[in-house]
């Protein structure tokens, strides 16, 4: 025979439960709180290779001068390979007589499938860079 109190206590009470689901959904809010972190992360990562690529283009291209600067086009770093899909080019446009615009790009696969970009910009003169 059970007695009384062996009955009751079968089971779990309503405040049990909800102390539970409580920390259930702390543990889920925390966890998706950490996969963002490191999402973010991950991107921050990636933008900064992708701006020191840019920047050595950029500073490479200055120091060609003015009547060196190649054509427009794509070009490679060892650094890309550390990009997911990275690709990088220069854009050379004619700003003026004796100036010519220079950008140096770099494009990556970033979080959630979503396409990264940066580009420095900077001026070449006939004189020097700017």
Do not use: C, H
């Not at 025979?1 to 009470?13: D, E, H, L, N, V």
């Not at 050379?92 to 910009?121: D, F």
Request: aromatic fraction near 6%.
């Amino acid at each position: 025979m059970i007695s009384p109190k062996t009955k009751g206590a079968r089971g779990f009470t309503l405040v049990e439960i909800v102390v539970a689901l409580f920390i259930l959904s702390a543990a889920i809010v925390f966890a998706a709180l950490v996969i963002g972190t490191i999402k973010v992360t991950r991107d921050s990562a990636f933008e900064n290779v992708a701006f020191r690529i840019a920047d050595n283009k950029v500073n490479e291209l200055r120091a060609l001068g003015y009547a060196a600067l190649p054509a427009s086009g794509a070009f490679s770093d060892p650094q890309i390979a550390n990009l997911p899909q990275g690709e990088a080019s220069t854009t050379i446009t004619v700003w003026n007589a004796k100036t010519k615009q220079v950008v140096a790009g770099v494009s990556w696969l970033g979080a959630e499938g979503r396409t990264r970009s940066v580009s420095i910009t900077t001026l070449v003169t006939e004189s020097g860079g700017l």
